[in-house]
T-cell receptor
């Protein structure tokens, strides 16, 4: 079945460092891809999404490009801030294979940014 | 403000004592679902509902029940909780069924079953 694999955390960075969180997926169809962020004590919020190959999603300085050839959707940010400390989840939605009813999530990657 | 609310936010209970976690959304979304979040496993879907009186099992439905009597509410019921149901639970709603529609998540309910 469809699945999402994320790099293990925590990822520890200093403020203003460059961030990459790797995400690869397995899907038999043509999924949409998402990054969700979970701040401490809160629910998940959509950070960005891409619905087809070569699309780039972007929001709040974060970017991710849907790479069908490498089945990847890596999250990047050029200069992280302390306020970016959170858990980041990569997810896919593949209505024609896993069904329209759910997102398939990766295990999450915790990011810790120090001043 | 568009939101999904859950209650309670924290709950400690004992094995076998029935409990209900409420979920409500104010966005008139037809589609709602419940997930549980466990370390190293990410989020897994428990149940979902496509509309009033229409519910179906997700990936991990054992030990849970749901109901959808009103469009805005989707309570999660644990008839006889067990320690393996200790987890962080999220309710979510979605405007439509296409892949591109965003899911909106509640703040979570942390449940501990002793």
């Amino acid at each position: 079945g469809d699945s999402v694999t994320q790099m293990e955390g925590p990822v520890t960075l200093s403020e203003e460092a460059f961030l990459t969180i790797n995400c690869t997926y397995t899907a038999t169809g043509y999924p949409s891809l998402f990054w969700y962020v979970q701040y401490p004590g809160e629910g998940l919020q959509l950070l960005l999404k891409a619905t087809k190959a070569d699309d780039k999603g972007s929001n709040k300085g974060f970017e991710a490009t849907y790479r069908k050839e490498t089945t990847s959707f890596h999250l990047e940010k050029g200069s992280v801030q302390v306020s970016d400390s959170a858990v980041y989840f990569c997810a896919l939605s593949d209505m024609w294979n896993t069904g329209f009813q759910k997102l398939v999530f990766g295990t999450g990657t915790r990011l810790l940014v120090s001043p | 403000e568009a939101q999904v609310t859950q209650n309670p936010r924290y709950l400690i209970t004992v094995t076998g004592k029935k409990l209900t976690v409420t979920c409500s959304q104010n966005m008139n979304h037809e589609y709602m679902s419940w997930y549980r979040q466990d370390p190293g496993l990410g989020l897994r879907q428990i149940y979902y509902s496509m509309n009033v009186e229409v519910t179906d099992k997700g990936d991990v439905p054992e030990g849970y029940k749901v109901s959808r009597k009103e469009k805005r509410n989707f309570p999660l019921i644990l008839e006889s909780p067990s320690p393996n149901q200790t987890s962080l639970y999220f309710c979510a709603s979605r405007e439509g069924l296409a892949d591109s529609y965003e899911q909106y998540f509640g703040p979570g309910t942390r449940l501990t079953v002793t």
